[in-house]
């Protein structure tokens, strides 16, 4: 099965700073890749699809990039709500793994 | 308005059967798959497999459902048609099932889309 691995599991960043977080697939997975946000105590939110679409009612700080292994997901300048898990998925098939997360704090 | 409203949390001992539902609503039930998704205790999102939540296999070879192989065996998906609501079944417990389930949209009737409405979650503890 093809593995996600995210990087760094963890960051801090201070209000206002560029905030980016990494992606990779073992394996090609076109532009099949989802990002979730993931506040404390919260369900998990839809941010972007089909590696970079904006889901509906995101703010505009956020955005994503990439394509077969290796996908970013950057937040342009870091709010007090973006505090939370960060999670990537593959979408191209079955499993729909999820990597491991990455936990944004603020500095 | 799109909503997924799940079951509430429970209390079990090991070796007991539980039934989780998530009940859909504001949409129609069987233009979407629905996936289930485990969190366990301060860990991370767990994908466990997706039912085609409106379509009836009108053959019983014909997959309707897909688990990942971490699952399988171990969970059974079903839908109520009737009733918007697809169900996750747990036949034996473990401890090691304690966490958070939820229940999770794929948009645009594919099954391999995004998960765009989730449900609130369900808390499952496992515990002689």
């Known amino acids: 099965d093809v593995q996600m691995t995210q990087s760094p599991s963890s960051l801090s960043a201070s209000l206002g700073d560029r905030v980016t977080i990494t992606c990779r697939a073992s394996?090609?997975?076109?532009?099949?890749l989802a990002w979730y946000q993931q506040r404390p105590g919260e369900v998990p939110n839809l941010l972007i699809y089909?590696?970079?679409t904006l889901h509906s009612g995101v703010p505009s700080r956020f955005s994503g990039s990439g394509s077969g292994r290796d996908f970013t997901l950057t937040i342009s300048s870091l709010q007090p709500e973006d505090v939370g898990t960060y999670y990537c998925?593959?979408?191209?098939?079955?499993?729909?793994?999820f990597g491991q997360g990455t936990r944004l704090d603020i500095k | 308005e799109v909503q997924l409203v799940q079951s509430g949390a429970e209390v079990k001992k090991p070796g007991e059967s539980l039934r989780i539902s998530c009940q859909t609503s504001?949409?129609?039930?069987?233009?979407?798959?629905i996936s289930w998704v485990r969190q366990r205790p301060g860990k991370g999102l767990e994908w466990m497999g997706r039912?085609?939540?409106?379509?009836?296999?009108?053959?019983?070879?014909?997959?309707?459902?897909t688990y990942s192989p971490a699952f399988d065996g171990h969970v059974t998906f079903s839908a109520d048609r009737a009733i918007s609501t697809v169900y996750l079944d747990f036949a034996s417990l473990k401890a090691s099932d304690t966490g958070m389930y939820f229940c999770?949209?794929?948009?645009?009737?594919?099954?391999?889309?995004?998960?765009?409405?989730w449900g609130q979650g369900t808390l499952v503890t496992v515990s002689s």
């Open positions: 999770a949209r794929l948009a645009g009737g594919s099954s391999t889309s995004e998960f765009d409405y």
């Open positions: 504001g949409y129609k039930f069987s233009d979407c798959w």
């Open positions: 039912i085609d939540a409106g379509r009836k296999p009108a053959d019983i070879s014909e997959s309707y459902t």
């Open positions: 394996q090609d997975i076109r532009h099949y």
């Open positions: 089909a590696a970079s």
């Open positions: 998925q593959k979408l191209n098939t079955a499993p729909l793994t």
